[in-house]
């Protein structure tokens, strides 16, 4: 008896899902192989898609944590530059407008 999601080809291209598609994906291979009901040739298949997913998540993780920590630096730049603006906001007096 076939499961869902455990058939040939199904979910193998997980090119363009988004990470929580694919993390949804590797879980159902996790049940499906956990449920040990699969044939020899199907649980490799499912083991071998499994493995690309974690390869794809892990890549989308890194390319997050690589935004993450620009965005940081950008943050912390732009956070040594704000001084000078409310230095200008003080001489102009507190809570004054600038027209």
Do not use: N, W, Y
């Amino acid at each position: 008896m076939k499961q869902k999601g455990t058939e040939p080809g199904e979910g193998a291209s997980s090119e363009g899902l988004s990470f929580e598609k694919m993390m949804e994906r590797l879980e159902q291979l996790v049940k499906h192989l956990e449920g040990g009901d699969l044939s020899l040739e199907e649980s490799i298949r499912s083991f071998e898609e499994g493995i690309k997913l974690v390869k794809q998540c892990t890549a989308v993780l890194g390319q997050a944590e690589k935004r993450i920590q620009r965005l940081t630096q950008e943050g912390a730049a732009l956070a040594e530059t704000s001084p000078a603006l409310e230095e200008k906001e003080e001489e102009r007096g507190d809570g004054e407008l600038p027209f």
